[in-house]
C-alpha cells in the first residue's frame, strides 16, 4: 500500500517507478477517486455542521414555544443527503482501496532494469560446476533408490504431489532440521511453529491478497492455506507498536507450503521442481527504515550459508525489474546447481519490502519517548527450499559407481551418523 500525501505530491515519481515494471500511469485514476472521495467528505462534513446549527436552532424555538416542524424537516432532509454522501464515500474509499492494493512496490534505484529472469545479474559465485550430460537426475535417483514415488502420490492425491520414504524422507528432515539449528544458533532467528491456515486480512497484509487468489488454496471453513510462512511470521507484527528497542525481530519457521501454481501450467511437471505442497524454512526479519537495506545483505548471507556448510555449487543474483516480486522493492535470488538439470535453479528468493506490507498490516514502531510512529520495514527470504535442497543434495552427492548418495558431512549428526543412502535401505 502507499502514501496517498506522497502520491499527491509527486505522483510523477510514482507514475516513473511503476513504469519500470511495464505499468501504464496509474495516478491519474488514483488521484481522481481520491479528489472525489476528499470532495464527498468535505461536502459531509459541511452538512454536518449544518445539521447542528438547524438542531441548535430546534432547541430554541422550541424554548420559546415556537413552532419548529419546518426546521424539523430540513434536518431530516440533511439527515437523508448525509446517509446518500456516506454510502457514496464507503463506495470511493473501497474503489481507491483496491486499486492502490493491486499495484506492486516501487523499485530500489539500484535493481537493474530488464523484461524478465533472463535479464537478472549474477553478482557472486561459488563452488565448481562441470558439464555433465549423462547426469542423472533426482527423479531418476530416487527411482533407483527405491524412495521417491510419484505414482502412489498422484493415485491419492493427483500432479504435483510426491512420496518419499526411508532414507531420503529422513534427509529432508534433517536438512530442515540442519537449517533452523543454522538459522537459529549463528544468526539469532528465533524458531517459530505458526498456524498453517490464515484469514483474509492475513494474506492481504503481507500482499497475496487480492491480487494473487488463483495462487492459493482455500478451505471450506474460509481459511487460505499460507503458501509460504512469511504469511504467518510476517503477521505476527500486524496492527501493533514495537519500541524500537525490540528491533530487529528476526522469526524462523519449518512448515509445509501450499500452492495452486496456477500461473505455472507446464513447467516443471517432471520431478519435484514444482509442487503444490512442499516444504521450506522461512526468514522473515522486522527492523526500522534505516537498517532495512543492511538486514536484507544479512538474510541474504544466512540463507547462502546453507549452501556453503552443504558444499553445494551456487549463485547470487539480483532480480531485474521485470522478475522483482510484486511485494519487494528488491530481491536477491540464490540458485543451486542442479547437475541432472545442467543448470542453475532457484533455492531461495531474498526481498527487502520496505514498509508496503507494513502499511497494509498497520505495523509501526515508536521510538522511546515518542508520540509519533513509523512504519516499520519487513525482510522475507528462504532460508531454504527444503524440498529443492534434497534434490540438490541427491544430484550432487550421487555416486554413479555405487548406486548410492553420500551423505553431506554437516547432515550426518541429523542422519543417525549415516554415511551414504544406498538402495538396500528399502528393505533395512
Given at each position: 500500500?502507499?502514501?496517498l500525501?506522497?502520491i499527491r505530491?509527486?505522483?510523477?515519481?510514482?507514475?516513473?517507478?511503476?513504469k519500470?515494471?511495464?505499468?501504464?500511469?496509474q495516478?491519474?485514476?488514483?488521484?481522481r477517486l481520491?479528489?472525489?472521495r476528499?470532495s464527498?467528505?468535505?461536502?459531509?462534513?459541511?452538512?454536518?455542521?449544518?445539521?447542528?446549527a438547524?438542531?441548535?436552532?430546534?432547541g430554541?424555538?422550541?424554548?420559546?414555544?415556537g413552532?419548529?416542524d419546518?426546521i424539523?424537516?430540513?434536518?431530516?432532509?440533511?439527515?437523508?443527503?448525509?446517509?446518500?454522501?456516506?454510502e457514496?464515500?464507503?463506495t470511493?474509499?473501497?474503489s481507491l482501496?483496491?486499486?492502490?492494493?493491486g499495484?506492486p512496490?516501487?523499485l530500489s534505484?539500484?535493481v537493474?532494469?530488464g523484461?524478465d529472469?533472463?535479464e537478472?545479474?549474477?553478482?557472486?559465485t561459488?563452488?565448481?560446476v562441470?558439464a555433465?550430460d549423462d547426469?542423472?537426475?533426482h527423479?531418476?535417483?530416487g527411482?533407483?533408490?527405491?524412495?521417491i514415488?510419484f505414482?502412489?502420490?498422484?493415485q491419492?492425491?493427483?500432479?504435483?504431489?510426491?512420496?518419499?520414504?526411508?532414507?531420503?524422507?529422513?534427509l529432508?528432515k534433517?536438512?530442515a532440521?540442519f537449517?533452523?539449528?543454522t538459522?537459529?544458533?549463528?544468526?539469532g532467528?528465533?524458531?517459530?511453529?505458526?498456524p498453517?491456515?490464515?484469514?483474509?486480512?492475513?494474506l492481504?497484509?503481507?500482499?497475496q491478497?487480492?491480487k494473487?487468489?488463483?495462487d492459493?488454496?482455500?478451505a471450506?471453513?474460509?481459511?487460505?492455506?499460507?503458501p509460504?510462512?512469511e504469511v504467518?511470521?510476517?503477521?505476527m507484527?500486524?496492527?501493533?507498536?514495537?519500541d524500537?528497542e525490540?528491533l530487529p525481530?528476526r522469526?524462523?519457521?519449518?512448515?509445509?507450503?501450499?500452492?495452486?501454481?496456477?500461473?505455472?501450467a507446464?513447467?516443471?511437471?517432471?520431478?519435484?521442481?514444482?509442487?503444490h505442497?512442499?516444504?521450506?524454512?522461512e526468514?522473515?526479519s522486522?527492523?526500522?527504515?534505516?537498517k532495512s537495506?543492511?538486514?536484507?545483505?544479512?538474510?541474504t548471507?544466512?540463507a547462502?550459508s546453507?549452501l556453503?556448510?552443504?558444499?553445494?555449487?551456487?549463485?547470487?543474483?539480483?532480480?531485474c525489474?521485470?522478475?522483482?516480486?510484486?511485494?519487494?522493492?528488491?530481491t536477491y535470488?540464490?540458485?543451486?546447481w542442479?547437475?541432472?538439470?545442467?543448470?542453475y535453479?532457484?533455492?531461495?528468493?531474498?526481498?527487502?519490502?520496505l514498509?508496503?506490507?507494513?502499511r497494509?498490516?498497520k505495523?509501526r514502531?515508536?521510538d522511546k519517548g515518542e508520540?509519533q510512529?513509523?512504519?516499520?520495514?519487513?525482510?522475507?527470504?528462504?532460508?531454504?527450499?527444503?524440498?529443492r535442497?534434497?534434490?540438490?543434495?541427491l544430484?550432487?552427492?550421487?555416486?554413479?559407481?555405487e548406486?548410492?548418495?553420500?551423505?553431506?558431512?554437516?547432515l550426518k549428526p541429523?542422519m543417525?551418523g549415516?554415511e551414504?543412502?544406498e538402495?538396500?535401505?528399502?528393505?533395512?
Amino acid at each position: 500500500m502507499f502514501d496517498l500525501a506522497a502520491i499527491r505530491e509527486n505522483p510523477v515519481k510514482f507514475d516513473t517507478a511503476w513504469k519500470r515494471r511495464g505499468l501504464e500511469p496509474q495516478t491519474p485514476e488514483i488521484l481522481r477517486l481520491d479528489e472525489e472521495r476528499r470532495s464527498v467528505q468535505t461536502a459531509l462534513q459541511d452538512l454536518q455542521a449544518e445539521r447542528n446549527a438547524k438542531s441548535k436552532k430546534i432547541g430554541e424555538i422550541k424554548r420559546a414555544g415556537g413552532d419548529a416542524d419546518a426546521i424539523m424537516d430540513e434536518v431530516a432532509a440533511i439527515k437523508g443527503q448525509m446517509g446518500e454522501l456516506e454510502e457514496r464515500e464507503a463506495t470511493l474509499a473501497e474503489s481507491l482501496n483496491m486499486h492502490l492494493s493491486g499495484l506492486p512496490n516501487l523499485l530500489s534505484d539500484d535493481v537493474p532494469d530488464g523484461a524478465d529472469e533472463d535479464e537478472n545479474v549474477e553478482i557472486r559465485t561459488l563452488g565448481d560446476v562441470a558439464a555433465q550430460d549423462d547426469a542423472p537426475d533426482h527423479e531418476e535417483i530416487g527411482e533407483k533408490l527405491g524412495m521417491i514415488d510419484f505414482e502412489t502420490a498422484v493415485q491419492m492425491s493427483g500432479s504435483r504431489f510426491v512420496m518419499l520414504t526411508g532414507a531420503i524422507a529422513r534427509l529432508e528432515k534433517a536438512l530442515a532440521m540442519f537449517m533452523l539449528d543454522t538459522h537459529t544458533t549463528e544468526y539469532g532467528y528465533l524458531e517459530v511453529s505458526p498456524p498453517l491456515l490464515v484469514r483474509d486480512n492475513a494474506l492481504y497484509g503481507t500482499g497475496q491478497l487480492p491480487k494473487f487468489s488463483e495462487d492459493l488454496f482455500k478451505a471450506t471453513t474460509g481459511h487460505w492455506m499460507i503458501p509460504t510462512a512469511e504469511v504467518s511470521l510476517t503477521n505476527m507484527v500486524a496492527d501493533k507498536i514495537i519500541d524500537t528497542e525490540e528491533l530487529p525481530l528476526r522469526f524462523t519457521a519449518w512448515t509445509p507450503c501450499f500452492r495452486s501454481e496456477a500461473g505455472a501450467a507446464g513447467k516443471d511437471t517432471r520431478g519435484m521442481i514444482r509442487q503444490h505442497q512442499f516444504y521450506k524454512v522461512e526468514l522473515v526479519s522486522v527492523t526500522t527504515p534505516e537498517k532495512s537495506v543492511e538486514e536484507h545483505e544479512r538474510m541474504t548471507e544466512a540463507a547462502e550459508s546453507i549452501l556453503q556448510k552443504l558444499k553445494l555449487p551456487y549463485r547470487t543474483v539480483i532480480l531485474c525489474s521485470g522478475d522483482t516480486g510484486f511485494g519487494a522493492t528488491k530481491t536477491y535470488d540464490i540458485e543451486v546447481w542442479l547437475p541432472g538439470q545442467q543448470r542453475y535453479r532457484e533455492i531461495s528468493s531474498c526481498s527487502n519490502c520496505l514498509d508496503f506490507q507494513a502499511r497494509r498490516m498497520k505495523a509501526r514502531f515508536r521510538d522511546k519517548g515518542e508520540k509519533q510512529t513509523q512504519f516499520v520495514h519487513t525482510l522475507n527470504g528462504s532460508g531454504l527450499a527444503v524440498g529443492r535442497a534434497l534434490i540438490a543434495v541427491l544430484e550432487n552427492y550421487y555416486d554413479p559407481a555405487e548406486n548410492c548418495v553420500v551423505v553431506p558431512d554437516v547432515l550426518k549428526p541429523y542422519m543417525g551418523g549415516l554415511e551414504k543412502i544406498e538402495a538396500r535401505e528399502v528393505q533395512s
